[in-house]
């Protein structure tokens, strides 16, 4: 049983685009949604959280919108360039992420042209 | 060190064969993850520690796998008998005591021919 679903499986945008990925969990009990960002032969690096009692959060260009009630929440990259080309994967544990282990996603492989 | 350090970074083997995988986790870091990505997936849940204490191997496929943490820093993952379904990375991770930031090291490639 896949308790984080992610999609796209794969995102080709232009650069300057706003590409999003989607991902839906089922865990009512999860609480701590981060989302991993990964290069070719690297290991996955935390890009953003989110806890739920927020429905969005901006670093930079990067925003996770969130909504509980869907129990969905979203990675939008804007004005993407090809140096965001990576894998991302958004993952979902509880206790606020500072006990047990991360759920992940199976990942959307995004591609930015230049 | 400044980050998680794993080796060996590639390793290949001959099925049946026993390998062994190391995590030097961040010093000072008290929970240690293994992860297991196979090509074109997401990591999956291995096992996870607090200091020495193996909290969690819920996620280990099989009794050939067996991990250890006996000072509560460095771990060890280790493979009896490779079979090819086990070719994959394998990710190490570590977490501050009350911290939920999970920082990973670049995984060690296991193929096993």
């Known amino acids: 049983q896949q308790q984080v679903k992610q999609s796209p499986q794969s995102l080709i945008v232009q650069k300057g685009g706003i590409p999003i990925i989607n991902c839906a969990y089922e865990?009512?009990?999860?609480?701590?949604f981060p989302w991993y960002q990964q290069f070719p032969g690297k290991g996955p690096a935390l890009l953003i959280a989110?806890?739920?009692?927020?429905s969005e959060k901006k670093e930079g260009r990067f925003t996770i919108s969130f909504n509980k009630s869907a129990k969905q929440f979203s990675l939008h990259i804007m004005d993407s360039q090809p140096g965001d080309s990576a894998t991302y994967f958004c993952a979902a544990s509880g206790y606020g992420g500072s006990q047990g282990n991360l759920i992940f996603g199976k990942g959307t492989k995004l591609s930015v042209k230049p | 060190g400044a980050g998680v350090s794993q080796s060996p970074r590639y390793k290949v083997a001959k099925r049946g064969q026993d390998v062994a995988l190391r995590c030097d986790p961040i010093s000072g870091h008290v929970s240690l993850f293994w992860y297991q990505q196979a090509l074109g997936q997401g990591p999956e849940f291995l096992t996870y520690?607090?200091?020495?204490?193996?909290?969690?191997k819920s996620g280990l496929p099989s009794d050939r796998f067996f991990a250890e943490r006996p000072e509560g820093s460095v771990s060890t993952l280790k493979i009896q008998r490779t079979q090819q379904e086990d070719s994959a990375v394998y990710l190490c991770?570590?977490?501050?005591?009350?911290?939920?930031?999970?920082?990973f090291g670049a995984g060690s490639r296991l193929t096993v021919l």
């Open positions: 520690f607090q200091n020495e204490a193996q909290l969690d």
């Open positions: 991770a570590s977490r501050n005591s009350g911290a939920n930031v999970l920082t």
């Open positions: 989110i806890r739920p009692d927020v």
């Open positions: 865990n009512t009990a999860f609480d701590y």
